[in-house]
């Protein structure tokens, strides 16, 4: 097993200096996925205030067991990513490869499971377009609940797509021991990034699936 | 010593580091991708003013005689598209930014320079979409993109339009993400944050507004282009959706824009009233702090903008207040400035009669914001063409003052060459007389009650149009003149030295043009900022 | 043009006092404006280089002096809150005996009705002295009501209503714009409102009656619409009882409670089920695309003044 090769990039001073600076980068990167995701909400919850019946109504043709499901994957590879970490800071290169195999498995077990949801949708003609129909009260509104729950599970899935293609990016560089006690900043970071994207889903999640549940329609 | 042997014993710069295209699209040097900026904000400040150009010559007359209403209507979008978001906001932090904040601190580059050029790249693909927009027939939404017009009923290339507005937002997320971590992360030892120069902390702050308020227009534009191209409701109000709610996410970033078109250029301001005045800015905390509270404040004042837009009474009377609290930071500003000069040693080079027109300029403009802030005023002079006189002062009497203001200051850095003062002095005087001219009879225009974005209007008007298409004539070739003597002076120009204008900062101690990683050693920085004592100044 | 302070007519009773603090605030920027170049003007050229090594002398601040210029701008500026609150509550209030018209603006023109029923389009001829309220809505995009001789102006939305209320204080013709950009004849959808002296407009208005140029009366559009198939007046077993309805809070199927105002009564007609009243089922057919704003407009009013007991 090499030993993990340090690199100093030219414009900094320090390795400290230079890891401290992708951390705050990459928090500061967070922020900003923060404000993208809460305008969304923001106008999710505005529109549910409003047009409530419509949203319940849309919010129960959710399934919950899958979303329930993968609400589980994704805490698992939370779990398994923060080991990843954990390894690399110790520079244990076969943890940190196998740990990172397995948070992308169980990213695309998620990506998998959402695929399944989709399919649903498309087969019910809950599509928001010209294709949407829906036979119950409010219809406008119904399909309103559905153009942003595409909208926010589909920005939501493309940041697990994203994520998922850094894992496939960091994984020979893993193998190949690059990452150690001296450098292991890029997978801290992308660990930041990962817990992010399943923080995002452990909001949507409530929001979409599980408020209103018990309200008849 | 000959020419030739200087020319070969001169260490190696930044621009004659490297020759050839790679060298310039594959760079990760601060410094080139800034000149990579500046060669691209200009292409659309090019552009926007051309538009700006039949804007004016359209309104020389009554009637809608030069163009028709569509296409009136695209002009004036694009004109707004292309000058707000592919110059007001990148300008100066791209270009004088980029260039200058790694060196302020006393780094050898950003943070992440690859990040950096991957910014401009983002820059370029928006600025692609924009212009195949623009191309292929044009939009004619207004800047604003309000629905349901843009989502619905308009004929136009909206969705292009506003995937490029998305996608070159990302080129600001990356640009501010850069200067905050490089500023947190890299400063020279010695440089506390108490003794960072008041363009660092006014780009610290305009930092903080790109990074928190680009994303909301990022999901605007995306929920736009959605129900546009997929014809889908989300602000359709047939579909239960709510127009109104699109304004609130619109305004939410686009309040805040203006303080990134402005902070940056009140920072450029700083600088130049200490280097002409050769002494510390007066109350530099207080500027330092206000650069903050503007930029924290401007978030809260959104629904200024949306006064008459049938919302309640009480939320108005919330946004105007907290509107004339915004306003304050940047009236200490003023009067620091104006501090400074006392007891000054007060020089009116080319880049100082800018920051004086600035000065003059933006007060006039921030105070008639004001005026639009006030409720009962507000009703009246809402949508016409007093708020379009109010916005160009503080755009380009504010913003574009001190984009030329600084760019004439650090021109000798950038390029290692003078350019001559006359002209230069000539064009700044042009632009001012010509500025007020454009604008200062659209205020009159506004309280009588042309409405904004007309293509035709009662002829009782036509006059203060002609004065104001008058001054626009005079403005562009206030424009045009520096085009002519910059390029010019990076060939026939005195070659600056190290610090032609005998001022303090870290930038005026290395070399013009500066080296690759833009100093010998590290400084370490021992002093406030803007320090000045006499036998020190060395001008060269 | 006007007068050489270009303000346009005062045309309302409320126009003056927006001229006051107009020309107030103008007095006072032009104050501040004036002296901060002279300021700046006086200071440089006092404190000009003499020598090219000279330096400015070091003055480190002044906190007194910070909060003297931050403390006197804000006790001006929040004067001005005050005073332009105070004008916008006003703007925002019609008085209770304003006398009701109707506006809906479309691509490209606005299309007006007086409380009798006479419609115009593009012009309005009201009585001087009189309090008139507009209720307007949109029947395609955002559009806005602008009488600079009035100093009024208000949004007009698809879906919903919002109003705009002004009393004409002198006879004359006053113009009329649409203040919100709309597409391509935005500056061209216009017109006029003519102010005429009471007994002028009184003649103007019975001579308009005398045409068909008239909406259909509420009772009418009831009947036509069938309304009382299911909102009967002697019995809610169908549907809720309308009479007594307005400004009442009504408790919805989902628990929320809401109050029924003119944009809940529209909504009702338009987008039936997206409020259900508690107790009943989501079974009202939408009027949307069938009937006009006009037509909406006088049923919300009719529904308005429905009293309890009918």
Known sequence: MASPQPLLAHHFDTLDQQRESASLGMWVFLITEVMFFGGLFIAYIVYRTRSHAGFVAGSHELNVMLGAINTVVLICSSLTMAIAVRASQLGDRRTLVRFLVLTAILGLTFLGIKAVEYQEKFAHHLVPGPHFAWHGTTPGTVQLFFSLYFVMTGLHALHMIVGIGLIAWLLPRSMRGRYGPDYHHPIECFGLYWHFVDIVWIFLFPLLYLLGRSEHV | ?540 | ?310
């Open chain 2, 1 to 540: 010593m000959s020419t030739t042997e200087r020319a070969v014993a001169e260490p190696p710069n930044y621009l004659s580091a490297d020759y050839g295209v790679k060298s310039w699209l594959l760079t990760t040097d601060h410094k080139r991708i800034a000149i990579l900026y500046l060669v691209a904000v200009t292409v659309f400040f090019v552009i926007g003013g051309i538009f700006a150009v039949l804007i004016r010559l359209e309104l020389l007359t009554p009637q809608g005689d030069l163009m028709q209403s569509d296409t009136y209507n695209r002009v004036f979008t694009m004109h707004g598209v292309a000058m707000i978001f592919f110059f007001l906001i990148p300008s100066i932090p791209a270009v004088l930014g980029n260039f200058m904040v790694p060196i302020m601190v006393g780094a050898r580059d950003l943070a992440f320079p690859k990040v950096n050029l991957a910014s401009w790249y983002v820059f370029v693909l928006g600025g692609a979409f924009t212009l195949y927009a623009m191309i292929a027939g044009g939009v004619d939404t207004g800047w604003t993109f309000y629905t349901p017009f843009s989502t619905t009923f308009s004929n136009t290339h909206v969705v292009a339009t506003g995937l490029g507005v998305f996608i070159v937002g990302f080129a600001s997320i990356m640009t501010g993400l850069n200067f905050i971590v490089t500023i947190h992360r890299m400063r020279a030892p010695g440089l506390t944050w108490f003794r960072l120069p008041l363009f660092l902390w006014a780009h610290y702050a305009t930092s903080l507004v790109m990074i928190l308020g680009t994303p909301v227009i990022a999901i605007t534009t995306l929920l736009l282009a959605v129900e546009r191209g997929f014809k889908i409701g989300i602000f359709d109000p047939a579909l239960g959706g709510d127009p109104v709610l699109f304004q609130h996410l619109f305004w939410f970033y686009s309040h805040p824009a203006v303080y990134i078109m402005v902070l940056p250029a009140m920072g450029v301001i700083s600088e130049l009233v200490a280097a002409f005045s050769r002494k510390a800015i007066f109350g530099y905390k207080f500027v330092a702090g206000a650069s903050v509270a503007i930029a924290i404040l401007g978030f809260l004042v959104w629904g200024h903008h949306m006064f008459v837009s049938g919302q309640s009474v009480y939320a108005a009377t919330i946004f105007s207040v907290l509107s004339m609290l915004v306003a304050v930071p940047s009236a200490v500003k003023i009067f620091n400035w104006a501090a400074t000069l006392y007891k000054g040693s007060v020089s009116f080079d080319t880049p100082m009669l800018y920051a004086l027109g600035f000065i003059g300029l933006f007060t006039i403009g921030g105070l008639t914001g004001v005026m639009l802030a006030t409720l009962g005023l507000d009703v009246h002079v809402h949508d016409t063409y007093f708020v379009v006189a109010h916005f160009h002062y503080v755009m380009v009497g504010g913003t574009i003052m001190g984009y030329l203001g600084g760019l004439h200051y650090w021109w000798p850095k950038i390029s290692g060459r003078m350019y001559p003062k006359f002209w230069s002095k000539l064009a700044a005087l042009i632009i001012f007389v010509g500025f007020n001219l454009t604008f200062f009879p659209q205020f009159l225009l506004g309280y009588m009650g042309m409405p904004r974005r007309y293509h035709v209007y009662p002829e009782e008007w036509q006059v203060l149009h002609v004065l104001s298409s008058a001054g626009a004539s005079i403005l562009g070739v206030g424009y045009i003149i520096p085009v002519f003597y910059l390029i010019w002076s990076m060939r026939y120009g005195p070659r600056a030295g190290d610090n032609p204008w005998g001022a303090a900062g870290l930038e005026w101690q290395t070399s013009s043009p500066p080296p690759t990683h833009n100093f010998v050693t590290t400084p370490v920085v021992t002093t406030e900022p803007y320090e000045y004592k006499a036998e020190e100044v060395t001008v060269g």
């Open chain 3, 1 to 310: 043009m006007g007068n050489w302070l270009f303000l346009p007519p005062q045309g309302s009773t409320v126009a003056a006092e927006v001229d006051a603090l107009y020309l107030a605030l103008v007095a006072i920027s032009a104050f501040f404006a004036v002296l901060i170049a002279v300021l700046v003007i006086f200071l440089g050229v006092r404190y000009r280089r003499q020598s090219d090594d000279q330096v400015g002398v070091h003055i480190h601040g002044s906190t007194p002096l910070e909060i003297l210029w931050s403390a006197v701008p804000l006790a001006i500026m929040l004067a001005s809150f005050v005073w332009g609150a105070m004008v916008f509550f006003k703007l925002s209030r019609p008085p209770a005996h304003a006398v009701e018209y109707f506006a809906v603006g479309k691509q490209w023109m606005w299309k007006f009705q007086h409380p009798d029923g006479t419609r115009e389009i593009n012009i309005l001829h009201v009585p001087v002295g009189q309090a008139i309220k507009v209720t307007m809505t949109s029947e395609d995009v955002i559009h806005d009501l602008f009488v600079p001789g009035f100093r009024v102006k208000m949004d007009v939305l698809p879906g919903r209503y919002t109003t705009v209320w002004f009393e004409a204080k002198r006879a004359g013709k006053y113009h009329l714009f649409c203040a919100e950009y709309c597409g391509a004849e935005h500056s061209r959808m216009g017109g006029w409102i003519i102010v005429q002296e009471p007994h002028d407009y009184e003649r103007w208005l019975a001579g308009e009656r005398g045409t068909d140029n008239r909406l259909a009366g509420p009772e009418d559009l009831y009947k036509r619409y069938a309304c009382e198939s299911c909102h009967r007046f002697d019995s809610t077993a169908r549907a809720p009882q309308l009479a007594g309805l307005f400004g009442r809070e009504v408790r919805l199927k989902d628990g929320q409670t809401v109050t029924a105002d003119e944009n809940y009564i529209l909504e009702s007609i338009l987008q039936p089920n997206e409020k259900v009243v508690s107790g009943y089922q989501p079974i009202m057919p939408t009027f949307q695309g069938q009937m006009s704003q006009e037509e909406a407009h006088s049923l919300v009013r009719y529904i308005r003044g429905l009293e309890a007991g009918k």
